[in-house]
C-alpha cells in the first residue's frame, strides 16, 4: 500500500533548492526520504512564495 504524504505529514521528507541550477525558466528541487514509506510523485507541483511571512 503506498502512502500520500500531505501537508500535515512531511515527516522524514525534505524538500531542498539546488542553488545552482535556478534560472528564470527553471529550478532544481531535491526530494529527499529519510522514511519507510515509498513516496510516489507526478508532474504537477505548486510552489508558494511567502512575501513578508505570509
Known amino acids: ?3 500520500e504524504f ?8 525534505t ?3 539546488d542553488e545552482n541550477r535556478i534560472s528564470k525558466t ?3 528541487l531535491i526530494i529527499k526520504n529519510d522514511t519507510d514509506k515509498e ?7 505548486i510552489l508558494e ?3 513578508l511571512g505570509q
Open 1 to 3: 500500500m503506498k502512502s
Open 6 to 13: 500531505t501537508e500535515e505529514n512531511y515527516d522524514g521528507v
Open 15 to 17: 524538500i531542498t533548492v
Open 26 to 28: 527553471g529550478i532544481t
Open 39 to 45: 513516496l510516489t510523485f507526478g508532474e504537477d507541483y
Open 49 to 51: 512564495k511567502k512575501i
